[in-house]
């Protein structure tokens, strides 16, 4: 019994190892990238002593040539930085790029990968993540950002990620951006020691990341089971009755809308979040969730909002607090409401990077949670028909 069982699990591996093989297959004809190289189809190589795998953008005509990541000028320059710290690239890393073929122009030269090329390459590299298991990811210029983070954020720029190191759950590995190596040629030709410096101090804070723990040590709990959603009127009124008898100390809001602004007619707050400073649980449940409670009861939770809201001795938050104060203030009828504490205020503090606020960047900064909102995007804009989400 147990003999056919982990036949069935062997088998299972194969069949998804073939699938991913015959995927990157047609994503290389799609590409067709590797027409012309001289090795195409790069394989990773090294040793990976530290688990740290490197992933860079697309090899260069020396590579081409060698068969091997970072062996140009650039990676030459690269490999002398690495040794100031005692740290061999072959020994210590294991190197793949975010294209494996090389990308050359119409006159032979080499160039910057397309986003397609990208986007073609991205499962190949997946395979290799999967099968190394590295405790670190470095990625290593714009083209390795957009690899690992296309279609998740808005901004890929280097400038947004550079100085990071990120507890990534899904991938079980701390990933820490930095800029390319070859940024610094054109930065010394324009005699940029303040870019020089910055890059210099990024590549150290990426060596001492090298000693953390693992991220499956970090102890990060399942969020998920900290979430009740609730459906119920009664279950919901129960809810806030308790909130407005026995008053927390505060509590964290957040509402989901029908648009950005409150003002426009029809414009509705279709769910609404409350978590408790001293409670381990966030709430969630439907208010002007369109035919599913009557208008008294719509009228009730309204009441019972209003006056917890209203209530000078429970302190609230939430993430951009004029946002829920607008909704509060215009939908629910509020008219004074104790706001404390807003934490894209003090992540702005921590760093005021563009783009470095928004609450799907905050999550993943902070608790390697990828983008929560991927499957509801598409409907969070106008349709064109609609004036509302």
């Excluded at 990534?168 to 940029?192: G, V």
Aim: glycine share 6%; hydrophobic share 35%.
């Amino acid at each position: 019994m147990l003999k056919g069982f982990f036949e069935k699990e062997e088998i299972n591996r194969f069949v998804v190892k073939e699938n991913n093989q015959r995927i990157t297959s047609q994503n290389c004809q799609k590409c067709g990238l590797f027409n012309g190289c001289k090795h195409p189809k790069m394989k990773y190589t090294g040793e990976g002593e530290t688990g740290a795998l490197i992933i860079g953008e697309a090899p260069g005509k020396d590579e081409d040539t060698l068969n091997v990541q970072f062996v140009g000028k650039v990676g030459s320059d690269f490999r002398n930085k690495l040794s100031q710290y005692g740290l061999n690239l072959e020994k210590h890393f294991w190197k793949i790029n975010a294209v494996n073929c090389f990308p050359r122009d119409a006159n032979g030269y080499g160039r910057t990968p397309t986003s397609n090329e990208i986007a073609q390459c991205r499962p190949y590299v997946q395979n290799v993540i999967e099968e190394l298991k590295p405790k670190f990811i470095w990625l290593v210029g714009g083209c390795a950002i957009e690899f690992m983070y296309g279609g998740l954020f808005d901004s890929l720029s280097v400038d947004v990620w550079r100085g990071l190191c990120i507890p990534d759950r899904k991938l079980n590995a701390w990933i820490i951006p930095q800029f390319h190596p070859s940024n610094i040629f054109r930065k010394e030709d324009k005699k940029d020691y303040n870019f020089l410096s910055q890059y210099d101090r990024d590549l150290k804070f990426a060596v001492q990341c090298l000693h953390k723990k693992p991220v499956s040590e970090m102890g990060f709990i399942d969020e998920k089971t900290k979430i009740r959603i609730i459906t119920s009127y009664l279950e919901i009124v129960e809810l806030l009755e308790s909130i407005k008898s026995n008053p927390p100390r505060g509590i964290y809001i957040d509402f989901e809308t029908t648009g950005k602004r409150p003002y426009r007619r029809g414009n509705k707050i279709l769910t609404i979040a409350i978590s408790p400073y001293d409670s381990e649980y966030t709430f969630t449940f439907p208010y002007e969730y369109r035919g599913l409670f009557t208008v008294d009861e719509t009228e009730k939770i309204r009441s019972l909002l209003v006056n917890i809201l209203e209530n000078p001795n429970i302190e609230k938050s939430a993430h951009n607090i004029k946002f829920e104060h607008e909704w509060s203030c215009v939908c629910l009828g509020c008219n004074q409401v104790n706001w404390g504490f807003d934490t894209i205020i003090a992540a702005h503090i921590l760093d005021n990077r563009r783009y470095f606020t928004n609450l799907n960047m905050q999550a993943y900064v902070n608790f390697g949670i990828r983008p929560y909102d991927v499957d509801v995007k598409q409907y969070k804009h106008d349709s064109g028909k609609s004036k509302f989400n």
